[in-house]
């Protein structure tokens, strides 16, 4: 991931982030709209879903920079989401999600080149959440003690 990439990033959730509330609603409003079957994967309030998403958010563009500071808690959401049900599939429709928000959210800042940044963002992401989902389960027992 460039540097640019990451700035980019950062410089754009800067504008998202005194929105978060908003943006986490409109987010989960859209995944659901995309798709109404990921309604029951939730059973929490979905306004506090949407708080805890915009965190974690958060965290992942803070750590930009050291990304394998965050992976150990990248490999546990990746398989807290199978445990769910939670799909590549699944995954696949969110980012959809999420660039969508930013656009909304955004406006004209949304660039063609902030789109491929968050895009970028998001692989990196899935993809170390879907390798801790696929851990071999004695790897995962001696990870955990």
């Known amino acids: 991931m460039t540097p640019q990439l990451k700035n980019l990033v950062r410089d754009s959730f800067a504008r998202v982030a005194p929105l978060a509330d908003e943006a986490g609603a409109l987010l989960y409003d859209r995944l659901f709209e995309m798709d109404p079957s990921l309604r029951g994967l939730f059973h929490s309030d979905i306004r506090d879903q949407g708080r805890k998403l915009m965190q974690m958010i958060a965290v992942a563009v803070n750590s930009l920079d050291n990304l394998e500071a965050i992976v150990p808690a990248l490999h546990t959401l990746g398989r807290r989401h199978m445990a769910y049900g939670v799909t590549a599939q699944h995954l696949e429709i969110g980012g ?32 170390v959440m879907q390798e801790g989902s696929e851990v071999e389960p004695a790897f995962r027992d001696a990870e955990a003690a």
């Not at 959809?96 to 656009?103: C, N, R, V």
Request: no cysteine; proline share 3%.
């Open 96 to 127: 959809g999600a999420l660039i969508w928000t930013l656009e909304r959210v955004l406006g004209a800042a949304f660039t063609p080149d902030v789109r491929h940044a968050w895009a970028s963002v998001y692989d990196v992401l899935i993809t």
